[in-house]
């Protein structure tokens, strides 16, 4: 596929992210991409409407969309804690935070396990997103990604989602460990502005979603989306540098 840098920079209150004078600042905001772990994001909103004070038993293997099951691989995972628990109970409080926080895919798939995919999906219609982004599969599932059914995530409908971001869910991003991206490119110290992101990486795929929250100018979104040959940290550097230059460019 082609290579995309797409970015949205926009108010945090607005009309649904639709372009014109709503957005300060986009290029390529309509361009699909693979989400990667940006889907975790509306799962995360999704999960406000189940007990998450519930406990479930932690396990690796999962049902497939296309059929069938998939176990996924804990050396693909970031998250040691959900992994050592295998066979033990977590509350679904605990995997979302740590889906969003330390982008686990194990915490992920149990959490979607639980929330379901329509109620992802119906996040993403209720936040005005377009059939351009769509959550129709677990992390990992490659049957499913096989059998034609996408993750799939635009700059625009990406910043359409931040502006239904619960309260709660935006406290968990705020916790987000991966911070080389959009927060490397503000302006950092006790002056600097909150940022709730959420990062997502496969080969070849680099992006960050965040609500920023200056400290003396109303809140704002940014995302940005990148599908290109250059090495993560490459990636991560451009995306700070595109954070930067928003920060100069918000009204």
């Known amino acids: 596929m082609a290579d995309l840098v797409a ?3 926009g108010p945090l209150d607005g009309d649904g992210a639709t372009g014109g004078t709503d957005s300060w600042w ?3 905001a309509d361009e699909p991409a693979y989400a990667a772990s940006l889907v975790k994001v509306p799962l995360a909103v999704a999960a406000e409407d ?3 004070d519930r406990e479930v038993l932690v396990h690796a293997d999962f049902a497939s969309v296309a059929g069938g099951r998939f176990v996924l691989d804990r050396d693909d995972d970031q998250d040691d804690a959900t992994w050592d628990a295998v066979g033990e109970r977590v509350s679904l409080r605990e995997l979302r935070r740590r889906a969003i926080v330390d982008s686990s895919n194990i915490a992920t798939n149990l959490l979607l396990e639980e929330v379901g995919v329509p109620a992802v999906q119906r996040v993403l219609a209720a936040a005005g997103c377009s059939d351009r982004t769509t959550v129709t599969r677990g992390i990992g599932d490659l049957a499913g990604r096989d059998a034609g059914l996408a993750n799939d995530v635009t700059a625009r409908d990406l910043a359409r989602l931040l502006r239904h971001v619960p309260p709660a869910v935006e406290d968990v991003m705020r916790g987000q460990t991966y911070r080389d991206a959009i927060p490397a490119g503000l302006p950092s110290g006790p002056d600097g502005p ?3 992101n959420k990062t997502g990486w496969v080969d070849g795929i680099t992006h960050d979603m965040a609500i920023v929250r200056p400290v003396d ?3 704002f979104v940014l995302v940005v989306l990148t ?3 250059e090495p993560h940290e490459a990636a991560e550097e451009r995306i700070a540098a595109i ?3 928003a920060w100069e460019r918000r009204r």
């Open 227 to 229: 599908r290109t040959d």
């Open 243 to 245: 954070a930067a230059e």
């Open 50 to 52: 189940v007990d998450l």
């Open 194 to 196: 909150a940022v709730a």
């Open 26 to 28: 986009e290029q390529d």
């Open 217 to 219: 100018a109303p809140p």
């Open 7 to 9: 970015w949205w920079l």
